[in-house]
């Protein structure tokens, strides 16, 4: 069956360290997602693509990257970790050219940064 | 500032009783989507409403799409505890937008 999943589950780091999320899909979609979920906020979309080579900007963008080198990988980057990072982080894919597309999650990583 | 509030944030409620979760916005939406979370998953659509005005059912949960497309509201009939979770609302802008704007949720738990 197709699925989306994340990795690592939980991850403890330090400030000012680089950390890799990593989020794979075999629903071979072209529209991929990254949400951080925060208590009284939702879910906040990071960043998206919607193809290989393609990277937008979300709404919180700040210290975050993404890459997408393939369908099925979106990779999200923190580059120097801080304290207001930790959060539980979503990703998500989506078919293109649907009129209301549904997003399928993935069961999401913990991040802790100390 | 979110682009959709729901309320009540969070909701405690006895099994067998009725309630309403409410998403709101000052924008219009082509469309609404209702998802249910629980711990340690990720969101899972439950329905999507896309007229000004309609009224979508699944066994006990009612949906409605306010007439302006400004709102939405998701009623529970007979809550029971398996209806605990988080429930958010996500609206798309215009009609084939790929991105979602989430609600800020509502925490739903059913006491048996």
């Known amino acids: 069956d197709a699925e989306i999943t994340q990795s690592p589950r939980h991850k403890i780091t330090e400030t000012g360290r680089q950390v890799t999320l990593a989020c794979h899909q075999t629903w071979n979609h072209n529209n991929m997602f990254w949400y951080r979920q925060d208590l009284g906020h939702g879910l906040r979309l990071i960043h998206y693509s919607y193809g290989v080579q393609d990277t937008n900007k979300g709404e919180v963008s700040d210290g975050y990257s993404v890459s997408r080198s393939n369908t099925e990988d979106l990779p999200l980057t923190l580059e120097s970790a801080a304290s207001s990072q930790t959060s539980v982080y979503f990703c998500?894919?989506?078919?293109?050219?649907?009129?209301?597309?549904?997003?399928?999650f993935g069961p999401g990583t913990r991040l802790t940064v100390l | 500032t979110q682009l959709l509030e729901q309320s009540p944030q969070f909701l405690s409620i006895q099994e067998g009783e009725n309630l309403t979760v409410y998403c709101n916005s000052s924008s219009v939406f082509s469309s609404l989507q209702w998802y249910r979370q629980e711990p340690g998953e990720g969101p899972v659509l439950l329905v999507t409403v896309v007229t000004g005005g309609e009224v979508k059912k699944l066994k006990r949960l009612t949906f409605q799409f306010g007439d302006a497309r400004k709102d939405s509201s998701l009623h529970i009939t007979a809550a029971q505890p398996g209806d605990t979770g988080l429930y958010l609302c996500a609206g798309a802008l215009r009609t084939g937008a790929n991105n979602l704007f989430f609600g800020t949720g509502t925490r739903l738990t059913v006491i048996p």
């Open positions: 998500a894919s989506s078919v293109d050219s649907s009129s209301y597309n549904e997003q399928f």
